[in-house]
């Protein structure tokens, strides 16, 4: 299915690197981490829905509830939607889709030029590759945080 948002702003990326830090700054003790795509278009993106395909997840439940809150509270192993990645449209910053698996395609020469340790960390680097990504944005379990864009770390600036 594609899902398609209006064209994001040019301070996507500042505005992301913020929703991370706020997140982090909120992470209980039980936090388990969090992954994010903030996208324009999820055309080339191949993701599906994780847990049970027959309950569909009412996203309306968090309309009226910060962003952040959302997915700081979320993410915590006790909670069924922990897993996976999901997804904020940078057009209105809203969550459109929740615990998603997703799975980029890999690139040639990827082994080469891509160096990050975990299976979370290097979907969301090729994630970052693709047309209508934005930047993909992790908070470890400890409040580590990652964003990446074009596969780069726009954090760590590597």
Known sequence: MKHTCSSGT???????RQVLRTIADLRSQDFSGVGIVFYERLDDLPHLQLGDSSEKVALGQFADIDLTAILSNISVPSGPLHDGFH??????????????????????GAAHRFHVGGARLMAA??????????????????????????????VRKG
């Open 10 to 16: 040019a301070n996507s990326v500042d505005r992301a």
């Open 87 to 108: 997804f904020v449209c940078v057009d209105n910053w809203r969550l459109t889709h929740v615990s998603q698996f997703i799975s980029p395609p890999i690139p040639e």
């Open 125 to 154: 680097v090729l994630t970052s590759l693709l047309p209508g990504i934005a930047c993909v944005g992790i908070v470890s379990q400890s409040g580590e945080i990652h964003l990446f864009r074009d596969g780069r770390d726009a």
